[in-house]
C-alpha cells in the first residue's frame, strides 16, 4: 500500500429481501474496484445485504441462515482488499445493525451500531440492539475507526474513536433524500471531523425503497472539515478516494482534493428524486411499465414527463378519459404533450359509463339535489377504468394529485386517488409549477417544451363542473401551501399561524379539512417522499380523535 490508501465508495442500490443479488452485487464490484482502481478498502452502504429498511423481514427465523450463507460466499472469494459490508448480526436473542470487514477469506473485524434512530421514518429500535465497542483496524500503518449512519449524528462515536487515536474514519450509510439534505451531511460531517480531527469517508446507499429515495452524495471530507470528494447524486458509482497516510506517527490522514460532482439546484434534486423513485418502484416490483390518467392539467403532465424521464416512452400508456366538462384546451393539451413524449395515447370518453351509474342509481338520488356525489362518480368512472388497463395489461397506475390537495382532501377516495403510486404525494402545488417550469427549461442542455406553457399558465381545475376552477373551493395555493407547511410540517398550532398573518377563517378552515381527511389519506397510494413530515411514514395521526384546533 506504501504511503497512500486506496478507498472506494461503493454508492450501490440494492434491493430489500434479496440477499442472493445483494451478495453478487458486492462481489462483482470488490471486483470491479480492486480491478480499475486497485483498491484498498471497499467501503459498501449500511445494510448493504438485506437492503434498507428491511423492516419486519428482520424477524424473518431464516435471516440468520441466509446472511451468514452470503456472508461465507464473500469470504470464499479470498478478495484482498478490506471489505466494509453492512449486515444485521444476530448473537443470541439480541440483533445488531452492525459491519462486518472481510479481507483474504477471514472476518478481520466487525463494528455493532451505537445509536438507533426512532424518529421520522427510521424504527431501529424495534429491531436492533445498540452496541457499545468501538472498532479500530490498523491499515498500512494508519489507525481507521469505523460507524454506521446514525453514530454520525452524535458526538459520543467520535471522541470515542479519538481517544483511541483514529487517524481516520469510515462512516457507511442508508441516508434517505430530503430536500437540501446533502447540505446537512456536509455542515454534519464538518462538524464532527473538526471534533475528531480526523478526516471522514462517509459512504451512502442509493435507490428508491418504496416511499423512500436514498440519493447517495458519498463523500469524503478532511481533518478540517473541508468536502475534498464528493459523488454524484441519484446514481450508482464506484468512486476512489485517495488517501495519503499521516506525514508522522499518529498524525491524521490526508485527503487531497479530487472528484466533485456539480451542484444540483432544489429543483433538480426534487425531480430525480421522484424519476428514481418510480424507476425503482416500478421495476424493482416487476411491472412491465405504467399508465396514467392526462387530463390537460399540470399534475397529470408532470406526473408524464416524470414517468417517461424514469422508464422510457415505450413503457407508458396516457389515457385521455373526456367528459362533458372537459375543455377544448385540455383535450389539445392533453394530446399535444402525449405527442412530443412519444407515449401510447389513449382517449376513452366516460359519458356513456356515468350515464349508466346514474341510470342505475336513480332511485337512490330521488328527490336529491346535484352535489359532489356526482362529480365524484365522475372520478371514480375514471379510476375503474385505469385500473382494468393495469389489470389486464400488468400496468402500474400512477395517481396524480399533489400535496396540497391531498392535505385537504380536494381528491375522490377510489377514483383519482385509484392506483399504486403518486409521484407527486409529498410535492405542493406551488413546486409542482417549479418542476415543470425546470423541466422544459433546466433539465437538459436543450430547453424541451414537455409540458405544454398553457397548461403551465392556466387556472388548475378539476374540470368536474361548468367553468370549475380550484380556487373556488381552496385559498390561493401560495397561502393554502405556507399555511400547510407551517401546520403538517412544523406542527404549528391554529392561533400560531393565524399570529403570522393569515386570515382566521381561513386558517381553521384549512386545518380542519387536514384533519378530516386523515381516512382519506390512509387509502391513498404511496409516494416519493421529499420533506421531513410527507404523509405516511413521517406523521401520524389517528383516524378517530376529538383534537381541538386552536392552541
Not at 35 to 56: C, F
Not at 291 to 296: A, H
Not at 300 to 321: E, F, H, K, N, Y
Request: aromatic share 8%.
Amino acid at each position: 500500500m506504501g504511503q497512500q490508501i486506496s478507498v472506494v465508495m461503493a454508492q450501490l442500490n440494492f434491493l430489500v429481501g434479496d440477499i442472493d443479488f445483494n451478495s453478487s452485487l458486492i462481489i462483482e464490484k470488490a471486483k470491479e474496484a480492486i480491478q480499475e482502481n486497485s483498491a484498498d478498502i471497499i467501503a459498501y452502504p449500511e445494510l448493504a445485504l438485506t437492503g434498507y429498511p428491511p423492516e419486519d423481514l428482520l424477524f424473518r427465523p431464516s435471516l440468520s441462515i441466509r446472511i451468514e450463507k452470503a456472508l461465507q460466499r464473500i469470504r470464499d472469494e479470498n478478495l484482498a482488499a478490506y471489505l466494509v459490508i453492512g449486515y444485521p448480526e444476530r448473537v443470541g436473542n439480541k440483533l445488531f445493525n452492525s459491519l462486518a470487514i472481510i479481507r483474504h477469506g477471514k472476518q478481520v473485524a466487525n463494528y455493532r451500531k451505537q445509536h438507533l434512530p426512532n424518529y421520522q421514518v427510521f424504527d431501529e429500535q424495534r429491531y436492533f440492539d445498540s452496541g457499545t465497542d468501538v472498532c479500530l483496524l490498523e491499515i498500512a500503518g494508519q489507525k481507521v475507526a469505523f460507524t454506521i449512519c446514525e453514530d454520525m449524528w452524535e458526538q459520543e462515536p467520535i471522541m470515542q474513536a479519538r481517544s483511541v487515536g483514529a487517524q481516520l474514519m469510515i462512516n457507511i450509510n442508508a441516508s434517505p433524500y430530503h430536500m437540501n439534505k446533502l447540505s446537512e451531511r456536509q455542515a454534519l460531517l464538518r462538524k464532527r471531523s473538526i471534533e475528531g480531527g480526523f478526516p471522514i469517508i462517509y459512504v451512502n446507499m442509493v435507490g428508491g425503497q418504496d416511499e423512500l429515495v436514498f440519493d447517495g452524495g458519498s463523500m469524503a471530507v478532511t481533518a478540517s472539515g473541508e468536502c475534498h470528494c464528493l459523488a454524484p447524486s441519484y446514481r450508482e458509482a464506484l468512486v476512489p478516494v485517495l488517501v495519503h497516510v499521516g506525514k508522522s506517527p499518529g498524525s491524521p490522514c490526508e485527503i487531497p482534493l479530487q472528484q466533485i460532482a456539480p451542484p444540483l439546484s432544489l429543483e433538480a434534486q426534487v425531480y430525480q428524486s421522484l424519476v428514481l423513485g418510480v424507476r425503482d418502484y416500478v421495476n424493482k416490483n416487476k411491472f412491465k411499465g405504467v399508465v396514467l390518467g392526462l387530463s390537460g392539467g399540470i399534475d397529470s403532465a408532470l406526473t408524464l414527463a416524470i414517468a417517461v424521464d424514469a422508464l422510457g416512452s415505450d413503457r407508458v400508456q396516457a389515457v385521455m378519459m373526456p367528459f362533458t366538462y372537459t375543455s377544448k384546451l385540455s383535450l389539445d393539451a392533453a394530446a399535444q404533450q402525449a405527442n412530443k413524449q412519444g407515449v401510447d395515447y389513449q382517449k376513452i370518453p366516460i359519458e356513456g359509463i356515468y350515464s349508466a351509474f346514474m341510470q342505475s342509481l336513480e332511485e337512490q338520488f330521488a328527490n336529491t339535489e346535484t352535489d359532489v356525489t356526482e362529480q365524484n362518480l365522475q372520478a371514480r368512472c375514471r379510476g375503474v377504468l385505469l385500473m382494468a388497463i393495469s389489470n389486464k395489461k400488468g400496468l402500474l397506475v400512477l395517481t396524480t394529485g399533489n400535496k396540497s390537495e391531498i392535505a385537504v382532501g380536494y381528491s375522490t377516495l377510489y377514483g383519482d386517488m385509484a392506483g399504486g403510486f403518486d409521484a407527486l404525494k409529498d410535492v405542493s402545488k406551488t413546486l409542482v409549477y417549479s418542476l415543470a417550469r425546470y423541466r422544459n427549461t433546466g433539465f437538459s442542455a436543450i430547453a424541451q417544451e414537455v409540458i405544454p406553457q398553457k397548461v403551465i399558465d392556466r387556472p388548475p381545475s378539476a374540470e368536474l363542473a361548468p367553468d370549475q376552477v380550484d380556487q373556488d373551493s381552496l385559498p390561493p395555493y401560495d397561502v393554502l401551501d405556507r399555511i400547510l407547511e407551517l401546520y403538517v410540517e412544523h406542527d404549528c398550532s391554529a392561533d400560531s399561524i393565524i399570529a403570522q398573518g393569515f386570515d382566521e377563517q381561513v386558517v381553521r378552515r384549512v386545518l380542519r379539512l387536514v384533519d378530516l381527511n386523515e381516512y382519506k389519506r390512509r387509502q391513498s397510494p404511496i409516494g416519493v417522499r421529499l420533506t421531513q413530515r410527507g404523509f405516511g411514514r413521517d406523521r401520524r395521526y389517528p383516524i378517530t380523535n376529538a383534537w381541538p384546533i386552536g392552541e
